[in-house]
């Protein structure tokens, strides 16, 4: 498992900030930043002196380029790996991984060096607040770094990409003075993202709210937020129980990992909290026998949940150069099931879908950042039966979409039809 650089988060100044340091160097801005980060780390490899020192103002400012280099293109990690006979530095882009840059391996400690001393510095200035783990592999030390670009990547509610009628439910859920709501998804898939613009709602509205995160990924104005460490102290659970003490009205809980933390949950929302957490599961129904797997009883859920929000996050087509095309059912990829051709067509002869060409916006890629598919279930007092009777998923996404809840999969094939995002996308994160 990685393990924690420094228990500190790194903050930097403004990516801003970086990049016209990066391109005050006598670099042509013109030439793209692209273009200009590389010829600028191939001039600072250059520069680097026999002794390899952290300190090294090469050092420091290949450091800085990568990272101003990362926020420009939104990245949302940063990966230092070593290799062989170099380093290679890798930016994810929403949810791809890019090759960029090569450093030469004898560069590779200092810059780790140099990156876990960043961790230790707090400046006065605008942030960007950096994640660090490192891990031991064959060839060193390898690092990566979770940007967190501070407002910049905070959503509003209406920015995730919810259709009109899941919007219904989650504002009707936010209405409620208890309860629990639970956002459920993959690694990687947005829930943090999702929680923190349900608090955003309610903060507004000035309720009193508690946060007990791992950790807090955001600072809100007049929200009490707790940092734990599960494998410290204090856990989730011990976490919990100290904000409940506090008798906030609203608890956010960053995820349910464990029965203690589940139970208490579940508990402070039938005691008039309203509480939103994250948890990990395929989709919506399948929450459920995920509690209970935490042994959370049946009463306790089917009293507590209001409403459960699953996701995935689907690249979405650049709109600078997004351009129509119509194709017939047999035009497709072959690797696309049939049941997935046939709800996408649904009787139709040809279909009109959408595609990014790539242009300088999007970094000639087609897609420029990425929007959530959800499905919401809302827990009526027909999946509360359900719950109470210890049905399995199944049964209950069956009810669930009986009675009008949109699947995963069929948000993604409306927004493909729309031209948000590609059958592609949606096709490859609903896969295993």
């Known amino acids: 498992m990685p393990r924690e650089a420094t228990k500190n988060d790194m903050s930097f100044v403004a990516p801003d900030t970086l990049k016209k340091t990066v391109l005050g160097l006598g670099l042509v801005p013109e030439a793209g930043f692209e273009t200009a980060f590389t010829k600028f780390i191939d001039t600072q490899v250059r520069s680097v002196g026999g002794v390899h020192h952290p300190e090294d103002p090469s050092i420091v400012k290949i450091v800085d380029a990568i990272l101003a280099y990362g926020c420009e293109n939104r990245a949302s990690d940063v990966h230092i790996e070593p290799r062989e006979t170099q380093t290679a530095v890798r930016f994810c882009v929403d949810g791809l991984l890019h090759d960029v840059v090569t450093l030469p391996k004898r560069l590779h400690e200092p810059i780790v060096a140099r ?107 007049d929200v009490t937020q707790l940092h734990v460490n599960p494998e410290t102290h204090p856990t989730f659970a011990e976490g919990l129980r100290s904000v409940i003490r506090r008798d906030p009205e609203v608890i956010m809980v960053g995820e349910i990992r464990d029965r203690k933390t589940a139970s208490i949950a579940a508990d402070a929302a039938l005691t008039g909290h309203l509480v939103l ?32 929000i699953a996701q995935r996050l689907v690249r979405r087509v650049c709109p600078h150069c997004i351009q ?109």
Do not use: W
């Not at 209970?292 to 049946?298: A, E, F, K």
């Not at 696309?336 to 879908?353: E, H, I, Y």
């Open 324 to 432: 129509s095309y119509t194709v017939q059912e047999d035009q497709l990829p072959e690797n696309l099931p049939k049941d997935v051709k046939k709800t996408l067509f649904a009787g139709k002869r040809t279909v009109q879908l959408s595609k990014g060409v790539g242009c300088a916006a999007c970094g000639f890629r087609g897609t420029l950042g990425r929007v959530g598919i959800y499905e919401t279930m809302e827990v009526d007092e027909a999946i509360r039966d359900l719950i109470m009777a210890r049905a399995g998923a199944d049964i209950i996404r069956r009810e669930a979409i009986r009675k009008g809840m949109t699947t995963l999969f069929d948000d993604g094939i409306a927004k493909v039809l729309a031209g948000v995002t590609t059958i592609d996308d949606v096709f490859d994160e609903m896969t295993p």
């Open 277 to 308: 957490s994250a948890l990990l599961a395929n989709d919506a129904p399948a929450c459920i026998p995920r509690l209970r797997d935490m042994n959370v009883t049946p009463f306790l859920m089917a009293s507590t949940i209001s409403l459960i």
């Open 115 to 221: 990156i876990k001393t960043l961790a230790k510095i707090k400046t006065g200035e605008q942030r960007v607040d950096v994640r660090v783990s490192t891990t031991p592999v064959i060839e060193g030390e390898k690092v990566i770094m979770r940007l967190r670009a501070g407002t910049s990547r905070r959503h509003a509610l209406e920015d995730l990409g919810l259709s009109q009628e899941d919007m219904k439910k989650v504002r009707s859920a936010l209405d409620r003075p208890f309860g629990m709501i639970v956002v459920a998804g993959p690694s990687d898939s947005g829930k943090t993202t999702t929680l923190y613009a349900l608090l955003k709602v309610l903060n507004e509205r000035g309720a009193g709210i508690a946060t007990v995160e791992d950790p807090v990924e955001y600072q809100l104005a």
